[in-house]
């Protein structure tokens, strides 16, 4: 199989079965130690499943020539570094290292409101840290990465700038190592699945590079992102409390306020907009109808948990017209 082109190829057999997942693993391990050879590989691990998944394909292909690096860019779900660091580290005995790097982050977001700019802050800023730990490292050359197909696709479209495409400075001196560049993210999920990784991790909703960045919509700041942290975690906790499979359920809050009557009083904060969609491929997707109780239930948890936010809505949009995230 040749990974060097960006175009997949028009006889590409598409993964639909654990017998064609096999194929493309023995092929893709193959492809990469060719690439590799007995270099050393840095990879970005967010712990959502494409990056999951090139760690898999990356410790069978080269086991110990592997180093993964999973930066916490301060726009993490909540609880989710911990939870990279206890499957990779504890339960898959991956070489890892933890870089938290929250306050670098922020600081150079603080006032940027621009979705691109933001996206392309973010992209450069993760560069520059993994090339700080390559240099930490001895002789790392080559850089893994979980682009998908998609990614490529809407890059190339010009429909958004992904930041593992969009924002890679032109003198980077790492190669790159994207083994599932070509695949879609179906695709991806039963590579994992073969490779042995857990149904959580396989299965777990997708969550952009930028993060919780692209969901605090407009100028980033510490206390609505910590507002959107905690509402986002009442989302998941309820949806997955309520035994439901939907591809990606989050919620976005925008840099807006409305009124609210908080305690007797006056109250002007933050509205969370919930967003629950089903998709296949990712170029399109359907919004979840979800039960009204459900609906309620977390609009309530969130208005009483979440200082800050006083307004609940449901996005009812599909892609098209609307593209998943709202930046
Ligand atoms: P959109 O918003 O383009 O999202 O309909 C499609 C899928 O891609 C995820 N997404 C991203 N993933 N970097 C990523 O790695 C990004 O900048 C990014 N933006 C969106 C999104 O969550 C959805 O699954």
């Not at 060719?34 to 292909?61: C, N, R, T």
């Not at 993210?185 to 959580?200: A, F, I, T």
């Not at 089903?278 to 979800?290: C, G, H, N, P």
Request: charged fraction near 25%.
């Amino acid at each position: 199989m040749d990974f060097s082109g960006n175009k997949r190829p028009d006889d590409m057999v598409r993964i639909t079965t654990p017998e064609l997942a096999d194929a493309f693993i023995g092929e893709a391990v193959e492809a990469m130690r060719a690439q590799v050879g007995d270099g050393k590989v840095l990879l970005a691990l967010s712990g959502g499943v494409d990056s999951s998944v090139v760690a898999a394909l990356l410790i069978k292909a080269i086991g110990r020539q592997l180093v993964c690096v999973h930066v916490n860019h301060g726009l993490m779900r909540k609880g989710e570094s911990e939870q990279v660091i206890d499957v990779f580290q504890n339960q898959m005995g991956a070489e890892l290292v933890f870089v938290d790097a929250t306050d670098r982050f922020l600081n150079k977001l603080a006032g940027v409101a621009d979705p691109e700019a933001k996206r392309h802050i973010i992209g450069e800023e993760f560069i520059k840290v993994f090339a700080e730990e390559a240099a930490k490292l001895e002789g790392i050359s080559f850089l893994g990465q979980g682009t998908i197909y998609p990614d490529i696709l809407e890059s190339e479209a010009g429909v958004k700038a992904h930041h593992n495409v969009g924002g890679l400075p032109k003198d980077l001196d790492f190669e790159l190592v994207e083994p599932v560049k070509l695949l879609f993210k179906d695709e991806v999920r039963m590579v994992g699945k073969q490779l042995g990784l857990p149904d959580g991790m396989v299965y777990r909703q997708p969550f952009p590079g930028p993060g919780l960045g692209v969901r605090c919509l407009g100028a980033i700041t510490r206390d609505r992102l910590a507002a959107l942290r905690e509402a986002d975690a009442i989302v998941r906790e309820e949806i997955d409390a309520a035994g439901l499979d939907i591809w990606q359920y989050f919620c976005v809050v925008p840099d807006m306020r409305a009124t609210g009557v908080r305690d007797g009083r006056r109250a002007y904060e933050w509205p969370c907009i919930i967003r629950c969609v089903d998709s296949i491929d990712v170029m399109t997707a359907e919004v979840r109808e979800l039960g009204w109780a459900l609906l309620k239930k977390i609009t309530g948890r969130i208005l009483a948990e979440v200082p800050g936010i006083c307004r609940v809505c449901y996005d009812l949009t599909p892609k098209p017209i609307g593209t998943v995230e709202w930046e």
